[in-house]
Nanobody, 124 residues
Framework: QVQLVESGGGLVQAGGSLRLSCAASGRTFSSYGMAWFRQAPGKAREFVAAIRWSGGYTYFADSVKGRFTISRDNAKNTVYLQMNTLKPEDTAVYYC?????????????????WGQGTQVTVSS
């Protein structure tokens, strides 16, 4: 069982930066692949970024490539999403998710555990 708690959301102007954190409980955090998804009002949840259990492989949605980075600290049971050059279209609730699968997945249904989400609002 893994419990996830996101933090770091807020209101920022376009062009600004935020860093989201996702703290995980459970001794097996290091064996899970982690990802960030986001969901804007009236839209489906969409993949943002993923990182494998070792941290050696990351994958990003085209919409955030070059602006966002994902990292993890297995000693702290935490995964991070650094968001730079934010745009109004990045406004959404951001969710952290964990998968026991060994591959990198962009489909929400591949992730067994989810956090409660943190709101990110980018003003123009």
């Amino acid at each position: 069982q893994v419990q996830l708690v996101e933090s770091g959301g807020g209101l920022v102007q376009a062009g600004g930066s935020l860093r989201l954190s996702c703290a995980a409980s459970g001794r097996t955090f290091s064996s899970y692949g982690m990802a960030w998804f986001r969901q804007a009002p009236g839209k489906a949840r969409e993949f943002v970024a993923a990182i494998r259990w070792s941290g050696g492989y990351t994958y990003f949605a085209d919409s955030v490539k070059g602006r966002f980075t994902i990292s993890r600290d297995n000693a702290k049971n935490t995964v991070y999403l650094q968001m730079n050059t934010l745009k109004p279209e990045d406004t959404a609730v951001y969710y952290c998710a964990a998968t026991s699968g060994s591959h990198t997945y962009i489909t929400p249904r591949k992730y067994e555990y989810w956090g409660q989400g943190t709101q990110v609002t980018v003003s123009s």
